[in-house]
Structures are given as C-alpha cells and as structure tokens.
C-alpha cells in the first residue's frame, strides 16, 4: 500500500522564487507563513552560550515543559500538569504524533476545507480517511458545530486550527463551546492546531483546553516566537493518553534540539520583542486591505490573525497555480495557490503572507497594482 499525497504547490513557487533570485532577480517572499525576523535576541544569547558549553545529547527540558504549562494556567485559565507536555521538533511531527495516538488506520478525521495542505495529507500517509466540510463565506471559512453535527455517521476526529491557514479566521469563543459540546455528545476526538495563537488583531484566541479538557493540543515555537528554523514545538496530551504518546514519541522522534529547548525557555518571556512582531504584522495588515481594493480584489477572508489574506480571484483566473506562477515571474512576488489548502473551489483563491518586513509589503503592493489591474482588463 502507498498513500497518494499531493504535492505542496507553495513549496514549488518558492523553488522557482529562489531559482529567480539566484539569477538576480528582486523576489519578495509572501509564499509562506514564515517570520522574516529571527528569534529574540536574548535567546540567540542564550544559544551562544550553549554551545560554547553544552555537549547536548537526547534531552527534554523541564524546566521548558514546566514553562509551558505555566503559560496554560496564565493565558487561559486551565490547569495542565507539565507531564502532559511533550516537546516535538515543530508542530509537524507534533501532529503526526497526535494522530497516531489518537486514531487507528481507517479512522474518520473531519477538517475545514481550506484548511492547511499537511492537514489532508498527514492523514492520507497515516491511512485514515480526511472528511472535509466545505466552508465558505457564510461560515468564514471555519468549521461550525451545526456542520459538525451534521456529519452523518460521526467522524473519529476532528481537526481544529484557529487562528486558521490559510484564511486568519478566528472562531469565537461561544461557538468553540459549542463545538466541543458536539464532540463530547458524538465522541469526537479533538486535534487543536494552535500554532497560531499570539498572533490575533482583536480579542485574542482562545485555546480548545478551555472547553474541551480532553482535546490534543498542538503548537509550536515557529510563528509567534519567531523560531521556524529552530524545529521546536509541542503537544498537551490527555492524561490517559501520555503513556502511548511518549512510547510513540520515544520511537518516531526522540527529542528536539536541546539547543532549540534552551533557547525556548528564553523567548517565551521575551514578550516586549515579540510584541513588537506582532506591530509589524498588523500595520503589514492593514497595507495590504488597504490595497486590495486597487488590486481588484473585494472578496477576502477574514484575517482576524495569524498573517495571512486568502483572497477570491474567480474573476481573474480559474487556475491559481498558474496565476501565482505568473505573478512571479512578470512582478517577483511569490504568493500560495489556493489548491494547495482547498482542492475542490482553491483554483480561484490565492493566499499572501504578511510575515515580512514593511518595507517589503509596501514593495510587493506597487509591484502588483498595476499587475493585477492589467490582468483585470484584459
């Protein structure tokens, strides 16, 4: 048996970006959810320091764990035992090891379609079957109790992510409630992909633990802190599901870079830095809504944080794969198709990462005004 896992079509835009820049051209990257800043500079002190002194090996920080179920209490009011912490490299395998604890081959996993490309495919090479409920405008992109519900039998599993990739979405805090009520009522077991949490333009994220004690909850160290190179993240695990999510921790992944953990330690209260981060995302934000309207582009996701724009070009083009890769060559800006998170209706979307200085935004909307007005009139 072998899964048929598509291709991530970001992944090749970005090669051709690179390929381009190579050759001297003035390519801006908004392909992927990546920070362009690095991480804070009290934790690269740190990484310094660890290096000149540490020999490393296979370690799970403590005193990391600790710090994180710390910031469980402090952020969203829920006790979780630093036991229940598992330290991963990024939320990758994180989610991998979430679902194979949760869920046998087979197994019926709903997720939001759009919804992150690795979503589909994880559970695909894990031979478990991906149920995605379509959800657009109306339901702003998010998955709904009432869709939940409505799932006919009910899924195993559910894959939650808000903030969301690709759309920013944020589902609010009565309908998680509300959600987890569904689940608890059809034995529906939670996956909450975090990752973009700290990252909000309004009321902050609430996390899943706060209505569904039970709920795997993934995140990692990559967004909000700045660190997607670092290969650092984490997973909570319910109590009763420790001791399967350690033995196929221990045998899949081992541990983290000790030198990632030691640097974690230091970024998670590095909050002024961080802060800062975040500044820049939003003022890059409200750039590019600015700007859509003289980009031709009136439907949009709601980007109420992470740092993305999923945007309608159904008016433009019925093929965003190639739409993106002819954005790039005639302007140099690298955006994601929208194929890669929706396979059914992503032909006619397009997704912009603001991560990225804001100069670098101010860069890419002259570069594509005139592009996309071209396009529009022809």
Known sequence: MVADISPFHAIAISREA?????QGRSILHMEF???????????????????????????????????IACHYGEKHGVAVDPEQILLTCGASPGLVLALTSLFAPGARV?????????????LKALYLEPVEVACGPAERY???????????????????ASPANPTGTIIPADELARIAKVCAERRIRIISDEIYHGLSFG????????????????????????????????????LALIDVARARMGNLFLTPPVLAQRAGLTAFDCT???????????????????????LGLASIAPPDGAFYIYADISHLTNDSLSFCQKLLRETGV????????????????????????????EDAIARMVPWFQAQGGR
């Not at 994601?336 to 990225?356: C, E, K, L, T």
């Open 18 to 22: 690179h390929a381009l820049e190579a």
């Open 33 to 67: 959810g990546q920070p362009s800043t690095g991480a804070p500079a009290e934790a690269i002190a740190v990484a310094h320091r660890v290096l000149d002194t540490e020999p490393m090996g296979y370690w799970e920080s403590p005193a990391l764990k600790e710090r």
């Open 110 to 122: 709903a997720t939001a379609r759009p919804g992150y490309v690795a979503y589909r495919n994880n």
């Open 142 to 160: 998010q998955i709904s109790a009432d869709a939940l519900a409505a799932i006919d039998p009910a899924p195993d599993g559910l894959i939650l």
């Open 203 to 238: 009321a902050p994220a609430r996390s899943m633990l706060e209505f569904a004690p039970d709920a795997l909850i993934v995140n990692s160290f990559s967004k909000y802190y700045s660190m997607a190179g670092w290969r650092l993240g984490w997973i909570v695990v319910p």
């Open 272 to 294: 002024d830095e961080l802060e800062r981060n975040v500044d820049n995302y939003r003022r890059n934000r409200q750039l590019l809504l600015d700007a859509l309207p003289a």
């Open 334 to 361: 690298a955006t994601a198709p929208g194929v890669d998170f929706d396979p059914v209706d992503g032909h006619r979307f397009i997704r912009f990462s603001f991560a990225v200085s804001t100069d670098r935004v």
